[in-house]
């Protein structure tokens, strides 16, 4: 009974420690839809629907701040930098859900998010079409805790902010080099219409240098999954009208004899 008293603790503890501090979802805003999230391979996949808007929403699972770096396509949603755990992301306050929904122009406005052809993803036309295809989040606990009772936008992290940089200039190849992506891939995020998103800066002192959960998914149009496997081929429609070579058994008689 003790051994099992004991394993049972274990596994708890196991679950624990692994359970996701934030949670992230996309959701397609021209229909309103969570875009469902299909594990294959190792990889969460999500299949995107070509010039629609989305949203990556964050949710705070914990009674405490968060600090959660977005990264889309390999570049910082916040700063347009290429992405890198270490840099300004959005702090979360306890349990609070939000949506992010695009490129973070100032603190007042965002580019919103848009499924588009790879070539014309952001990371693309900026020269950085490695890491298209993918949203990720590395997600920070706070030092010194502080709960608040009331509900906030999200905000940025003062300590981990700094003006973002110009856009890295496009190289002449890369419209060819993101044509010829690994693994195919078809869709990107591109950089789409301007909309009113306020944000305000706040402080954070990381608890540690490194994040506490790293979480990706990766998304692509639903032809292109198909066809890896992640999603089953659809079988081909058959019209019963449709002409047959063999309709019946034996030669009837024409009409009249």
Do not use: C
């Not at 790879?118 to 997600?139: F, H, K, Q």
């Amino acid at each position: 009974m003790l051994r099992s008293l004991l394993f049972a603790a274990a596994l708890l503890a196991s679950t624990q420690a692994h359970a996701a501090l934030v949670d992230i979802d996309l959701i397609d805003r021209d229909t309103g839809r969570w875009l469902p999230e299909t594990p294959f391979r190792g990889d969460t996949w999500v299949a995107g629907a070509p010039g629609h808007r989305y949203a990556v929403r964050l949710t705070n699972t914990t009674g405490e701040r968060v600090l959660v770096v977005l990264s889309v396509d390999g570049v910082n949603a916040v700063t347009g930098q290429t992405a890198r755990p270490s840099q300004a992301g959005y702090v979360l306050e306890p349990w609070q859900s939000t949506e992010v929904a695009g490129w973070r122009k100032s603190l007042d406005d965002i580019a919103q998010f848009v499924f588009t052809d790879l070539p014309d993803s952001y990371a693309a036309r900026t020269g950085r079409p490695r890491n298209v295809g993918v949203v990720g989040i590395a997600v920070f606990r706070e030092a010194r805790p502080v709960v608040y009772e009331y509900e906030t936008p999200p905000q940025i992290a003062r300590d981990a902010a700094q003006p973002a940089p110009a856009a890295p200039r496009a190289q002449s190849s890369a419209k060819a080099a993101a044509e010829s992506s690994a693994q195919q891939q078809r869709l990107g995020t591109g950089h789409g219409a301007r909309e009113w998103s306020r944000v305000e800066r706040t402080d954070f002192v990381r608890a540690t240098r490194s994040p506490t959960q790293v979480t990706e998914l990766r998304y692509d149009d639903y032809d292109t999954l198909a066809a890896i496997g992640v999603y089953p081929r659809p079988r081909p429609h058959h019209w019963r009208d449709a002409p047959r070579a063999f309709p019946n058994g034996f030669v009837a008689d024409p009409p009249g004899g």
